[in-house]
Nanobody
Framework: QVQLVESGGGLVQAGGSLRLSCAAS????????MGWYRQAPGKQREWVAT???????NYLASVVGRFTISRDNAKNTVYLQMNSLKSEHTAIYYC?????????WGQGTQVTVSS
């Protein structure tokens, strides 16, 4: 089993920055891709960014140049650096791990951007 624990969410003013962290524990070797999803109030969960074990990244088009995903393999942690935040980025952000058999999710961390 794999456990994903997010941290780093909070309240920030528009134009500010936050860095989310996701620490993986358990059978981490079972994960071959990690990333972030988000769910805004009244909307479906949507994909934000992913990073492979080799460091290849992909982003939702609307966050390119604003968000950066990275990982520290030694710490088994994935990060999402979010800059120039807007109120539309307010959501619960979920860490995601794609496993060989199943997928894993964190409990989510709230990001609220005040205008």
């Amino acid at each position: 089993q794999v456990q994903l624990v997010e941290s780093g969410g909070g309240l920030v003013q528009a134009g500010g920055s936050l860095r989310l962290s996701c620490a993986a524990s358990g059978s981490r070797f079972m994960i071959n891709l990690m990333g972030w999803y988000r769910q805004a109030p009244g909307k479906q969960r949507e994909w934000v960014a992913t990073i492979t074990t080799g460091g290849v990244t992909n982003y939702l088009a609307s966050v390119v140049g604003r968000f950066t995903i990275s990982r520290d393999n030694a710490k088994n942690t994935v990060y999402l650096q979010m800059n120039s935040l807007k109120s539309e980025h307010t959501a619960i952000y979920y860490c995601y791990g794609r496993g060989c058999i199943t997928n894993y999710w964190g409990q989510g961390t709230q990001v609220t951007v005040s205008s």
